[in-house]
């Protein structure tokens, strides 16, 4: 965005934060996942993305997948009852305090999200079970002491958390910076905790996705990259990382198909890993 932007528009959510006029990364990946919480400039530019890269929708749905997979896990067989999910992105099926309060109503979620258009969607990810808890907080991942110093009253962070961290990343450019938020964030949640997170990459084909990334970084916002699978495990580093490691979020513990096969591998890595 030029300072010399066109003024924002009025918008029906009364956010001068929200533009009408750039595609939001929230609202693409809505429309990737089929939802209407979106714009015609978040679809326009959704639908150029698609014709690069015509995986992306896949993607989009396997990620998803794969917080419904590790979110059963952890709450199932893992013990955990505390979420903290940064990067939530617009309410959809299936959202984090769904699955867990699905299997432990007693399970307590904070949502953190910058998009001020998932704020004012935010009612909807706090519809908590009356056993459990969930909290919305507007922060930016970039300030992770902001966001564990917010943890409380609905998280105790003196008892074991899955940082929840799906997509998101990948929108912090830097890699040390990013190493910084992950070990800010799993530095101030006890041993037993858990680091869930997906990915983009080059490295697992995805025909298109380069030249997506480009044409993405150029007319929407925020900018993003991808990782190679050893940059996105040394985000893991002081963790055990779980089995089958990092792989594409597709095939980290997957559902088998009535006939065995597996499915398609997609350019986002996956992984989770435990503190020690
Ligand atoms: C690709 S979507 C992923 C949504 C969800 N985690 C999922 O996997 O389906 C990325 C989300 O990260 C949010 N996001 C991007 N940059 C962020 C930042 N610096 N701080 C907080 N959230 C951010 C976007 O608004 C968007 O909702």
Redesign the pocket.
Known sequence: MSPDSPQVPPNPHGDQRIRTDVA???RV?NHWLGGKDNYPVDRAVGDRVTALYPSIGEV?RA??AF?GRAVTFLTAEAGIRQFL??????P?ANNTHEVAQGIAPDSRIVY????PI?LTHARALLTSSPEGRTEYLD????DPRSIVGSLRPTLDPDLPIAVVM???LN??LDTEVARRVVRTLMDAVPPGSYLVL?HPTLELGGEGNTEAMAFWNENAT?PIRARTGAEITSFFDGLEILAPGVVSCSRWRPKPAADGTLPPVVAQYGAVGRKP
């Open positions: 939001h990364n929230a990946w989009a990620d998803r917080l999910d940064i990067g939530t992105g617009l959809t953190v999200d910058n998009d998932v922060a930016d991942a970039h799906l997509g998101i929108f912090v997906t925020p």
